[in-house]
């Protein structure tokens, strides 16, 4: 089993900036690949942004690409999400992620091995 622990959610304006963090623990969470999946009320869940087990790798969904940034520090098991350029249409519960598929996360949310329970964010226009 593997805990994620979301924080840094809140309140921004648009055009504005925002890091969210996830603390991983438990079962070998340095193994997995990760990510940060969203959900905004009355649309389907999306999966932004990816990183594998190493930190070399990453994606984005074209929704966030250039703007959002995905990073891990292997070290403390811990994965950030930089968000820049923010737009009203960023709000959504984002949600951080592993899975052992690197390369499904973007595509296969619903097979995601495990989730965190979200944090808040909302872009004011």
């Known amino acids: 089993q593997v805990q994620l622990v979301e924080s840094g959610g809140g309140l921004v304006q648009a055009g504005g900036s925002l890091r969210l963090s996830c603390a991983a623990s438990?079962?070998?969470?340095?193994?997995?690949?990760m990510g940060w999946c969203r959900q905004a009320p009355g649309k389907e869940r999306e999966c932004v942004a990816a990183?594998?087990?190493?930190?070399?790798?990453?994606e984005y969904a074209d929704s966030v690409k250039g703007r959002f940034t995905i990073s891990r520090d292997t070290a403390n098991n811990t994965v950030y999400l930089q968000m820049n350029s923010l737009k009203s249409e960023d709000t959504a519960v984002y949600s951080c992620?592993?899975?052992?598929?690197?390369?499904?996360?973007?595509?296969?949310?619903?097979?995601?091995?495990?989730w965190g329970k979200g944090t808040l964010v909302t872009v004011s226009s």
């Open positions: 992620v592993a899975d052992g598929v690197f390369r499904a996360i973007l595509v296969r949310w619903e097979a995601i091995d495990y």
């Open positions: 438990g079962r070998s969470p340095e193994r997995y690949a």
């Open positions: 990183i594998d087990w190493s930190g070399s790798d990453t």
